[in-house]
């Protein structure tokens, strides 16, 4: 059965520091998504993403974040410099139309660590 | 802004008891609801999905009913079983969004 798959599975790294969570989403999915979930809180949407540009965004995703879709396969969360309360785990999420009309798949997960 | 909210928090059943999982949301204007289960430590895994037009939603022991109107879901489990526990979220799209709220979840243990 296709699935969303996230790597790496666990990050670690230092506050300040750049890093990329990376996502395939299922192949004939056009929509993509990330999630977070701070441990013990709710999933928090943070940005929708279609036809190469992001359709929605929350006030959690500001200019540290970004995201892209370098290639047919890939899409990307790069975090600038990350702080102590970004450890969190992050979903990535995929659909076939917009999320309004069908059911949205989310991968494992990457647990951030920021120390 | 939707809230969406889930009672009861955590619940323990004996293997075998049917259950119900309750889910409410605050603003009636959804295209969606979706219910998920986690794992521990785990993603998220798509149950059911009812659309605002439809009344309930079944698969296998799991029948999911919405109330628009009133802002209501619930999340029927018949016949537990210990690999029913996990945490089940609740997570609705508002209409002209592109996004899931979610709720915080239900914690199952499903006592064997």
């Known amino acids: ?115 | 802004k939707q809230e969406v909210t889930q009672i009861p928090a955590a619940l323990s059943v004996p293997e075998g008891e049917n259950l119900v999982l309750n889910c409410s949301f605050t603003d009636s204007a959804i295209y969606n609801l979706q219910w998920f289960r986690q794992d521990p430590g785990k993603g998220l895994t798509s149950l059911l999905l009812i659309q605002s037009s439809q009344r309930e939603q079944t698969s296998g022991r799991l029948n999911a009913s919405l109330d628009k109107s009133s802002g209501r879901s619930t999340l029927y489990i018949a016949a537990s079983q210990p690999g029913d526990s996990a945490t089940y979220l609740c997570a609705v799209v508002g209409a002209g969004s592109y996004q899931l709220t979610f709720g915080k979840g239900t914690k199952l243990s499903v006592i064997p």
């Open chain 1, 1 to 115: 059965e296709p699935e969303v798959t996230q790597t790496p599975s666990h990050q670690v790294t230092q506050m300040g520091q750049e890093v990329i969570l990376r996502c395939v989403p299922i192949s004939n999915h056009l929509y993509f998504y990330w999630y977070r979930q701070i441990l013990g809180q709710k999933v928090e949407f943070l940005v929708s993403f279609y036809n190469n540009e992001i359709s929605e965004k929350s006030e959690i995703f500001d200019d540290q974040f970004s995201v892209e879709r370098p290639d047919g396969s890939n899409f990307t969360l790069k975090i600038r410099s990350t702080k102590l309360e970004d450890s969190a785990m992050y979903f990535c999420a995929s659909s076939t139309t917009d999320i309004g009309g069908t059911e949205a798949f989310f991968g494992q997960g990457t647990r951030l660590t920021v120390v």
